[in-house]
């Protein structure tokens, strides 16, 4: 089974309303996890590593305001999309390193559809 | 800066036959790993296949083996006896070992298998 869960896997919206998406290790802690987010036909593209007890790294031009994440506990990541506009639509996923093996967990992804 | 270069967008190969994916990477670090996932229509990330720099020998799991070239920085993927289900996107990923647990996609090559 998976050891890391995503949820919601899709969410409808309004414009200007606030989105929180969750990111869970099932079996195993982390301290860092990553958020990405993939437009259609194109690779995925990290946001930013979300790290425990502290503030969360964002990769350049990924706006902090914008998309928040909370990693509250070692199991748990959040993101918080505020505000959602249609141009936030699209794919989101999380992934975190279990140990020192060189395997990185993937949740199923989170599809977000502005309107 | 590390970058992953895939130069297929797409490929075809028919059923049962051995297609090889490919993937060049750039880094001026020692110690990193290499990493293939496959995303299907679901969008979900599958982890494939992980080699380290320092491994002596090509990686393998099942039908899937990685082709590591350390002088030629390349890590192409190999599927034998391609099958219906292979269809999807291939993505080459790489690690830098001695930082963050953080992944470097590539652009992805997208895969159909032809009964």
């Known amino acids: 089974g998976a050891v890391v869960s995503q949820h919601p896997s899709w969410v409808i919206c309004k414009s200007g309303t606030s989105v929180k998406i969750e990111c869970r290790s099932l079996?195993?802690?982390?301290?860092?996890m990553f958020w990405y987010r993939q437009f259609p036909k194109q690779s995925l593209m990290l946001m930013a590593t979300s790290n425990e007890g502290s503030k969360a790294t964002y990769e350049q031009g990924v706006e902090k305001d914008k998309f928040l994440i909370n990693h509250a506990s070692l199991t748990l990541s959040t993101l918080t999309v505020t505000s959602a506009h249609p141009e936030d639509s699209s794919f989101y996923i999380c992934s975190a390193p279990r140990d020192n093996t060189g395997e990185l967990f993937f949740g199923e992804g989170s599809r977000l559809t502005v309107l | 800066a590390q970058k992953i270069t895939q130069t297929q967008p797409g490929m075809f190969v028919q059923e049962k036959e051995a297609v090889t994916l490919d993937c060049t990477y750039d880094?001026?670090?020692?110690?990193?790993?290499l990493f293939w996932y496959k995303q299907p229509s679901s969008g979900e990330m599958i982890f494939l296949i992980y080699?380290?720099?320092?491994?002596?020998q090509n990686a393998t799991e099942g039908r899937y083996s990685l082709n590591f070239q350390k002088a030629r920085k390349s890590a192409n993927l190999v599927i034998s006896a391609s099958q219906l289900g292979d269809s999807a996107m291939y993505f080459c990923?790489?690690?830098?070992?001695?930082?963050?647990?953080?992944?470097?996609f590539g652009k992805g090559t997208k895969l159909t298998v032809n009964p």
């Open positions: 080699q380290g720099s320092y491994d002596e």
């Open positions: 990923a790489m690690v830098n070992r001695g930082g963050s647990e953080k992944l470097v």
């Open positions: 880094t001026s670090d020692q110690s990193y790993g």
């Open positions: 079996d195993f802690q982390a301290t860092t």
